[in-house]
């Protein structure tokens, strides 16, 4: 089955430590996507990618890195410079120039102690 | 810059009336919309989209949306609903050219029994 797998689900760190969150998609697509869920605040992008080894800032790149080794993976490193990183955390994907259709992996729930 | 409004934040409704959940855009080039649903600690699942053609589109779970240009509106309507469609929905729009989709802040449709 054709997908986007996000590990952990579950994720628990404590303050001032950086984390790493995975995404994996076996869709074949070239754009990937990392957005930021916060309760009555919808979804907010932080990062995307259309092509492997190049990435765009989104809306609240602040205290977030990317890299895009390789066209299945986009993983997130929330470092200890974003302020308050406690969030639900999403991973997309979609083809290039396919009106932007996404497809969303499972989510990430990062709590920082 | 491309916005998407959902009038309501919350909508209760119960179980097998109809719901119509409001979703206006700000655009004035050719544009995609599409509806998405999120159920708890999970990511988002496409309900439906509008690329082209019948403005009248129907989607998962018995769904439908109405795309009105003049209005820029894409409202989502059900006829009946059901205790399982509690959920958050987002509406989500995309234009030629774009890079990526605007969402919506979401409503939350809690169906009552």
């Known amino acids: 089955d054709g997908g986007i797998t996000q590990s952990p689900k579950y994720l628990f760190r404590k303050e001032g430590q950086n984390v790493t969150l995975s995404c994996e998609q076996n869709l074949n697509h070239d754009a990937m996507y990392w957005y930021r869920q916060d309760p009555g605040q919808g979804l907010r992008l932080i990062y995307y990618?259309?092509?492997?080894?190049?990435?765009q800032k989104g809306d609240i790149a602040e205290g977030y890195s990317v890299s895009r080794e390789k066209k299945e993976s986009f993983p997130l490193t929330v470092t200890s410079a974003q302020k308050n990183p406690t969030a639900f955390y999403l991973c997309?994907?979609?083809?290039?120039?396919?009106?932007?259709?996404?497809?969303f992996g499972p989510g990430t729930r990062l709590t920082v102690l | 810059a491309q916005s998407v409004t959902q009038l309501d934040s919350q909508v209760p409704v119960f179980e097998e009336a109809p719901v119509e959940l409001r979703c206006n855009y700000s655009?004035?080039?050719?544009?995609?919309l599409f509806w998405y649903v999120q159920y708890p600690n999970q990511g988002l699942q496409l309900l439906l989209k509008y690329l082209s053609g019948s403005t009248l589109v129907k989607g998962i779970n018995g769904f439908e949306a109405e795309f009105n240009k003049s209005q820029t509106s894409f409202h989502l309507r059900k006829p009946s609903v059901h205790i399982s469609d509690t959920a958050e929905y987002f509406c989500a729009v995309s234009q030629t050219g774009a890079n990526n989709l605007f969402f919506g802040t979401g409503t939350r449709l809690t169906v009552i029994p």
């Open positions: 655009s004035s080039v050719s544009v995609y």
């Open positions: 997309a994907s979609s083809t290039v120039g396919s009106y932007n259709e996404q497809f």
């Open positions: 990618s259309q092509i492997v080894n190049d990435f």
